[in-house]
């Protein structure tokens, strides 16, 4: 972390200046250390403030024991509180289904710290192997719960409609950028990475509340921009208008506080900056992932004292795909958007700025390491050195939820076998000219691995052998018999 990313925070509670101190720090790179101001103190960990009170450990830690394992020494332990996923079911798994009754409570306790700690020496494996990937620590964090849902909305990002909605803006309202870029709860760090991309010299910074997010952004997907871990429905520790641009992509409607993040952007933003807010959830329409979406009309409240635009993501996508910027000249009548169910809300502090954007000299999402979008699979054609490169939704839900993208990616295209080579060395040849315009190849960060890979597997089998199970049924009676009445 660069220290002097440090002195740009202030406190988001009392809003004063944040100081380094607590145990030595490494003056240049402090990824472990203790934040402190006039009214409480913050850890670091992984490089990572965390600008939070009260309980921020995944098996409710407080930062102050948090604070304590730094001050210890203990890095590893204060990074796994973090980074532990909680409510790991018991191990062995055939603990999960024995009755809730006196005794087994205490079983069930210590079967659920042993889960804890067999996830905790797996990571430590992953994490001290250099070849390891943002997908493999993905299939090892939610494999657990067995919550591939989740696990498969963060790993096939890439391949989503909304990332390249989300890179359309990037590429547009970014041109008159002069000062630092803001991904507001940023997740696993993907619009991140295309700012990156898009920032030149200026920084880019990505909050969110959860910390396992944002150590997969930073360790993987995209590490040259800094992070931070706080709420982003409440006052944000930054100085006023110390961005050109902030955006908040597919959470917006998921705050509880949305007029209070609105006005912390507007401020963020003051004298000529944007504020992007899109992949917002209509409330007026039914989805599995609504949140607390509000209608068309309750958004454009929230930006109706600066000039703005709403309209649908459909649009956005729709212009991305034939190479042109969003169309910001005029909004979508309210009406119109009552049937939209994914919106966009641009606002700008200079109406002039909110203007159509002409076609992309380069296409935004080319920007970086080629790789195949991660809804392709290959699969060999023939003997003759050709291969089928098929269109595979992980799931029949992810493909419900992300229809929007049969509407522009082929169901399959046929490529040589030399195409790996010459992505390898970084070659522009037509076939991969071709297979870009079609966002078959697009860009991924180098480490971010193939969501397509086989999953990590659960230590413990879901059916316990027999004399396996006898012998568990021993100890049950055994912690039922020492436990007090």
Known sequence: ????????????????????????????EPEYGVLSCNCGRYPIVAGIPILKKGYIGSDGQSSEEVIALIENGRRTDALFSLLTPPGLPPSPSWIRSLPSISGIHRLKSVARKRSAREWQEQASALLAD??????????????????????????FRFGAGRYLV???????????????????????????????????????????????????????????????????????????GAFSAAFCSDAFHCFVDKATSVRELKRLTSDNGFIVLFGVRNGLLNHPYTGLALPPAGYEALVADLPHRLMGDCEVLARYVRKQGPSLAQSAEIERLASEPVLSIVASHRSEALVDYGTFGDWPHARGRLGLNPLYVKETRNGKGSVSLRRSFPSPLYERL?????????????????????????????????????????????????????????????IAHPIVYSLGIEMCESFICSAPN
């Open 1 to 28: 972390m660069d220290t002097s990313f440090l002195k740009f925070l202030r406190c988001p509670f009392c809003e004063g200046a944040l100081s380094l101190g607590g145990p030595k720090q490494v003056c240049l």
């Open 130 to 155: 250099k070849e390891a990937t943002a997908c493999n620590f993905l299939d090892l964090y939610f494999s657990r719960n067995k919550n591939m849902t989740v696990r498969d909305y963060f790993a």
């Open 166 to 240: 989300g890179l359309s803006f990037a590429a547009s309202v970014t041109r008159r950028a002069d000062r630092a870029l803001l991904d507001l709860a940023c997740g696993c760090g993907h619009l991140t990475s295309g700012l990156v991309q898009h920032a030149a010299d200026r920084p880019v910074v990505g909050v969110d509340d959860s910390f396992f997010g944002l150590y997969v952004a930073k360790r993987w997907t995209a590490p040259q921009a800094e992070y931070l871990c706080c709420a982003g429905d409440k006052s944000l520790p930054f100085p006023e």
């Open 402 to 462: 992300n229809e929007e993208c049969e509407s522009y990616l082929p169901i399959s295209v046929d490529v040589n076998q030399s195409l790996w080579v010459d992505l390898a060395n970084g070659r522009q040849t037509h076939e991969i000219g071709a297979l870009v315009d079609q966002c078959v190849l697009l860009a991924i960060p180098e480490r971010y691995g193939n969501p397509n890979a086989s999953r990590t597997q659960s230590m413990a089998s879901d």
